[in-house]
């Protein structure tokens, strides 16, 4: 019982983490992109816009992994940061 309370709590914990840095990314992603990228002629974008783009940018990026890795702990070091934006994006 122990152990599933530390898990739970880390669980959360990245969760709530991941929240934030979603959030920061878009609020400083969309007046970025405004100040930029808008007098070049593109559409102005919201911060779920930019939680969106920041998201696609990490995806294309990638993920650094060890080379010991199976394929399946690159897939959920892939999947689970995609999973979790776009709960938080539903949410918002």
């Given at each position: 019982?122990k152990?599933?309370?530390?898990?739970?709590?880390?669980?959360?914990?990245m969760?709530?983490?991941m929240?934030?840095g979603?959030?920061?990314?878009?609020i400083?992603?969309?007046?970025?992109?405004?100040l930029?990228?808008?007098?070049l002629?593109?559409?102005?974008?919201t911060?779920?816009?930019a939680?969106?783009?920041a998201?696609?940018?990490a995806?294309?990026?990638g993920?650094p992994?060890e080379?010991?890795d199976?394929w399946?702990?690159?897939?959920?070091?892939i999947?689970?940061?995609l999973?979790i934006y776009?709960?938080?994006?539903?949410?918002?």
């Amino acid at each position: 019982m122990k152990l599933l309370g530390v898990i739970t709590t880390g669980f959360v914990t990245m969760v709530i983490a991941m929240i934030i840095g979603s959030l920061a990314m878009g609020i400083f992603l969309a007046p970025a992109w405004n100040l930029v990228i808008v007098p070049l002629g593109l559409p102005e974008i919201t911060v779920k816009q930019a939680m969106g783009l920041a998201l696609l940018i990490a995806l294309i990026k990638g993920v650094p992994t060890e080379k010991d890795d199976t394929w399946e702990e690159r897939l959920i070091a892939i999947l689970m940061p995609l999973f979790i934006y776009i709960v938080i994006i539903i949410l918002f």
